[in-house]
């Protein structure tokens, strides 16, 4: 008689989500409506609030899992999350520029108190060695809040023509696109024990094959043990060695956390979790690394934004200032406050004023670098280490490593990404 084959249970199908439904945190189904329901955490910091206790740092942390994983909007097949850190620049900004109008002291208060805050937050989140889109969302919000007031009390004045709105959109378009070529990938060096299909932005996070034990570091190791992981590891520390004598930058070019060895000039960043080939910094306005890959893009965002601010900012003070050159009516503008239109663009063209500054400083300064074949992240090392040769009051500091002239520099700059396979002598490790 054959063996009765027995049926395979089937599993419940679940039911789709709606579009106000989405599965938390915990795994259970919710809804955006209950979104002030059951929240014991909050309840907690609020009764030690009004009782006048201090409140413990897990349970704030709690309390801002809670609001994050909370805070959603309807979409189809499920609510989706919208990442906090994006919506306080939505809200406020607009807010404190329109009461930065109101009158001059108040435009003092809020511009001078906006850079602050912002430093605070940087402060607070790069201590903490966390990513935010707090400053991304901030950089896109301003380019289109100021493009939205431009348009609609700036332009209607009547001195603004149709080619000089053009010429003000093109500059926008092409922030926007180098902005975007330079949140592309910076440099990301890959596990080798990832396939070619692993995503370079992946963490360095592999899948593992079912059966497999997960193990870091190269292939080549086996489900019984690390023994063949630790030789590779071994083989390729000793080659390192052999190259440079010291054990010292064998250790450096070695990254525990990615189990890779990293070329000449890479580094790993504590915020992305990954390393990056010729790591420059971590910039969070884009929220990104900048290395070999797009540190050019990242330098024509800057100088593209550069000229754009500076050509809306003189158009803007042209028509509202008529008669006096752009530095006179910076600083002195009668009767700017006499309406709200054109307080609310004087207060705008201060708050571009500030920001252009602070990007121009940031320009400069990877002008600097660039002209001395350093980055940001040697600087300050040879600036801990006492290595660097400070010059013009510490805004230069020369290495003196990498260091080839001034247009060499500057064509190895040009060139970089271009010839990643065949790296010059002087990086190679």
């Not at 592309?184 to 692993?198: E, I, R």
């Not at 590779?232 to 956390?257: F, N, Q």
């Not at 890959?293 to 900012?313: C, D, E, K, P, R």
Request: charged residues 20%; positive net charge.
């Amino acid at each position: 008689m054959k063996p009765v084959k027995k049926k395979k249970t089937e599993e419940p199908e679940l039911e789709p989500l709606c579009c106000c439904e989405y599965i938390d945190r915990n795994g259970e189904k919710n809804h955006v409506a209950a979104c002030l329901c059951d929240c014991q955490d909050l309840d907690e910091g609020c009764d030690r609030w009004l009782t006048c206790k201090s409140m413990r740092p897990e349970t704030c942390e709690r309390i801002t899992d809670t609001i994050s994983d909370r805070l959603r909007i309807p979409w189809l097949r499920g609510a989706r999350k919208v990442n906090i850190s994006i919506v306080p620049p939505l809200v406020l900004l607009p807010v404190f520029l329109h009461v930065a109008s109101w009158h001059f002291l108040l435009g003092v208060v809020v511009l001078t108190s906006l850079p602050v805050l912002a430093l605070w937050y940087y402060y607070l989140t790069h201590r903490r060695k966390e990513q935010t889109l707090f400053f991304l969302s901030l950089g896109l919000f301003s380019l289109g809040y100021m493009y939205y007031v431009f348009l609609r009390e700036v332009v209607p004045k009547g001195r603004v023509g149709p080619t000089q709105l053009a010429l003000l959109t093109f500059g926008l378009f092409l922030i926007l696109l180098a902005l975007y070529r330079a949140k592309k990938d910076p440099g990301y060096l890959s596990n080798p024990a990832c396939s070619d299909k692993c995503p370079s932005n992946s963490q360095i996070e592999c899948p593992i094959k079912k059966g497999q034990e997960k193990t870091k570091g190269f292939p080549g190791t086996d489900p019984s043990g690390s023994l063949n992981n630790r030789t590779l590891k071994d083989d390729i520390k000793g080659s390192s060695r052999v190259a440079l004598d010291s054990p010292a930058k064998v250790k450096e070019d070695w990254c525990a956390k990615c189990q890779l060895v990293r070329p000449a000039r890479a580094w790993h960043c504590r915020i992305c979790g990954i390393c990056v080939r010729r790591m420059d910094h971590h910039c969070v306005w884009i929220n990104s690394c900048v290395g070999e890959s797009n540190h050019q893009a990242f330098i024509l965002a800057l100088l593209i934004f550069l000229l754009t601010s500076v050509y809306g900012i003189s158009l803007t003070l042209n028509t509202i200032c008529r008669d006096r050159s752009l530095f006179t009516a910076l600083f002195y503008c009668p009767g700017v406050y006499a309406n709200y239109s054109s307080a609310l663009s004087f207060t705008c063209v201060w708050y571009s004023v500030i920001i252009t500054a602070g990007m121009a400083y940031i320009f400069l300064i990877q002008l600097i670098n660039i002209s001395y074949n350093v980055t940001e992240r040697e600087v300050q090392q040879a600036l801990r280490q006492k290595t660097g040769r400070r010059l013009l009051c510490g805004l230069i500091v020369d290495t003196g490593q990498y260091n080839r002239g001034f247009l060499r520099n500057w064509y190895q700059f040009s060139t970089l990404g271009a010839h990643t396979a065949h790296a010059p002598a002087e990086d190679i490790v």
